[in-house]
């Protein structure tokens, strides 16, 4: 021992070298060691399934997983409850590190609403295309006597006619009063009973 001290003692440049050789290695340490621990290398969760949660369970469940919540938009889905969650990213059992934040798109509280174009003078087939295009459930029919087959003569909702830009709720059922084609036919009977009832007189 009093040998390796007094080596140390005659060459005082090679003490300095190993001193900062162990400090070099001590500071690496410390560094690869605090790297680990910050970015938790090698540790991951596996994000849950939340969909049509309410959001408020979602983000319970996502907190006992170490996982974080945030709620980015919201749709209206018909057939979910209100609030639920609809989709979410990342999906479900997705690996993630700790503390992610998953985002969420949860059903609105409130159905979406669109406007109701002027489908009058239209083909119900066309009428109906037009109205299931912008999200509006089928429409009820009903034929009305008209010489104008399958054109829609009026459209209502809840027993009122529908004004051109009247706003409704995606979930509403229009109903359409279509033309049944009968009143050329009719009015030309009518006219045939009168031309035979006149000859009959001059007979």
Not at 147 to 165: R, T, W
Request: aromatic share 8%.
């Amino acid at each position: 021992m009093k040998k390796i001290i007094l080596f140390f003692k005659n060459h005082p440049i090679l003490k300095h070298l190993i001193f900062i050789g162990l400090v070099f290695v001590a500071l690496v340490w410390i560094v690869l060691h605090g790297l680990d621990i910050y970015t938790r290398h090698g540790e991951s969760v596996t994000v849950p399934d939340v969909k049509r949660m309410q959001a408020e369970d979602a983000k319970d469940l996502f907190s006992r997983y170490r996982l974080r919540s945030e709620v980015i938009d919201s749709v209206y889905v018909d057939n979910i409850p209100r609030g639920a969650v609809v989709e979410q990213i990342p999906r479900e059992n997705s690996s993630v590190k700790e503390n992610r934040i998953v985002f969420l798109t949860i059903n609105s509280n409130l159905p979406r609403k669109v406007t109701v174009p002027d489908v009058r003078d239209m083909s119900y087939r066309q009428a109906v295309a037009i109205l299931e295009g912008i999200g509006l459930s089928q429409p009820e029919i009903e034929y009305v006597v008209s010489e104008y087959k399958d054109l829609v003569l009026d459209v209502v909702y809840n027993g009122v006619s529908v004004e051109k830009g009247l706003k409704l709720p995606v979930s509403s059922r229009l109903k359409l009063f279509v033309g049944n084609g009968t009143a050329e036919i009719i009015e030309d009977s009518i006219i045939m009973s009168e031309d035979s009832v006149g000859e009959e007189w001059m007979e």
